[in-house]
Structures are given as structure tokens and as C-alpha cells.
């Protein structure tokens, strides 16, 4: 079954190319940027797993840990990272998950058959502290991902956490936020003592 927004992220024993982990310990205090790969030594891998690694500090700042997984062995991992840091002018510290046998793939359900029975698409997990999948994102293998979509995620669920808030189309930190439906008046006044605007009874907005 596939896994859903609000469930529990399962947890795993694995090699990676840092050391064997836990995945849960491993995620410790943090939020988790879990995505998977087709496979080592092909190109569209090489400059996301090198776009990642550039962004580092990005996602550090936030305290998110990114780690990667494609379906190879950590020897071949190890010898892909030269490429990586070569290609992409960056040094890759983050850890990739060898899943040689698939099984953390299929637990996850990164392989998708009708792409192939033996690489996993480009799947995204982004996970909480609390070890909860928040976000999922679904990538075919033709397409490399967005890496400032992925950021901007992150920065949309840590707002809406910190200030009990939700995002419109399109946003980005420091655009106006949406106040839920759930919020009274009484409560929006009390929490945006700023001031908020009603476009709609259920369309309010406040800048943070
Ligand atoms: C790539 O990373 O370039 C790739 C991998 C598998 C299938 C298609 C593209």
C-alpha cells in the first residue's frame, strides 16, 4: 500500500554511503528530505544528487537532513560521488542508501512498474521530527525535480507548524498567508494582532 500524507515513515536498517543507519535515529530531532533515484552513473541522478550537495547549507539552515537512495550498492554510490562532484562542482556529504535488493524501495513504493520492475521513479519524502511523512512528491524518471520547489515546501510546512497558518498559490516566505477556516475572528485577532484582511468570510489573509 502506498504510503500517505500523516503516516508514520517506515523505518529501515541500511548501508549508506556515510555508514550503516537507522533510519529514525538517523532523522533524530531533524526533518528528513528522503528521495530516491533510477539509478548510479546516469545523467539526470547525477545533477540532482549534485544540486542537492550544493544546496547543503540550504536545507541545514532549516534544519532538514537530505539523504538520498537509488537501487545500487554502496561501492558503486561511493564511485558515482566522484562524478557528482566533478560534474557539479560540489562535495557530496550527505548519505545515499544502497537498496541493491529493492527493499527499501518497495517499502516505500518507489518502484512503479510501468516505468521498470527494477529502479525506483523519483520519489520525495519529506518527514517531520516526529517521523511523519508530510509531504510526497512523484517524479518520473525523464524528469529531474525542482530543488527550489523542495525548499519552498519545507519552508511552507515549517510556517504553517510555527504559526498554525496555510499558503495560497504560489507562495513564498515572506507572501501573505492564509488564515484556515477553522481560525474564528475572535482567534485571528487575538494571533495577527497586526491586522488581516477579509476577502471572503472563509478568504482572510495576514502578512506574518
Ligand atoms: C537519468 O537519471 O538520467 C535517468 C535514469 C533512468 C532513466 C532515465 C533517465
Not at 562524478?83 to 557539479?88: H, K, L, S
Request: aromatic share 10%; glycine share 4%.
Amino acid at each position: 500500500m502506498s504510503l500517505r500524507i500523516g503516516d508514520t515513515a517506515p523505518d529501515f536498517s541500511a548501508d549508506t554511503t556515510t555508514g550503516p543507519i537507522r533510519f529514525h535515529d538517523w532523522i533524530g530531532s531533524e526533518w528528513a528530505f528522503f528521495f530516491s533515484h533510477p539509478a548510479d552513473f546516469t545523467p539526470v541522478c547525477t545533477t540532482e544528487m549534485g544540486r542537492t550537495a550544493q544546496l547543503a547549507e540550504h536545507f541545514a539552515a532549516r534544519g532538514v537532513k537530505p539523504i538520498g537512495l537509488s537501487t545500487d550498492s554502496v561501492s558503486e554510490h561511493v564511485k558515482w560521488i566522484e562524478d557528482v562532484n566533478d560534474t557539479q562542482q560540489t562535495t557530496l556529504l550527505f548519505p545515499i542508501v544502497a537498496d541493491a535488493d529493492l527493499e527499501i524501495a518497495k517499502l516505500y513504493d518507489m518502484i512503479h512498474p510501468s516505468e521498470s520492475a527494477t529502479a525506483a521513479v523519483r520519489s520525495v519524502f519529506i518527514i517531520d521530527p516526529d517521523k511523519k511523512i508530510r509531504l510526497t512528491m512523484t517524479y518520473p524518471m525523464s524528469v529531474g525535480r525542482n530543488f527550489d520547489e523542495i525548499l519552498r515546501v519545507i519552508d511552507a510546512l515549517q510556517t504553517s507548524d510555527t504559526y498554525k497558518i496555510a499558503t495560497p498559490a504560489d507562495w513564498v516566505p515572506g507572501a501573505q498567508v492564509i488564515i484556515p477556516p477553522s481560525v474564528t475572528d475572535a482567534q485571528a485577532t487575538a494571533a495577527f494582532p497586526q491586522g488581516y484582511t477579509t476577502l471572503r468570510p472563509y478568504l482572510r489573509t495576514v502578512t506574518l
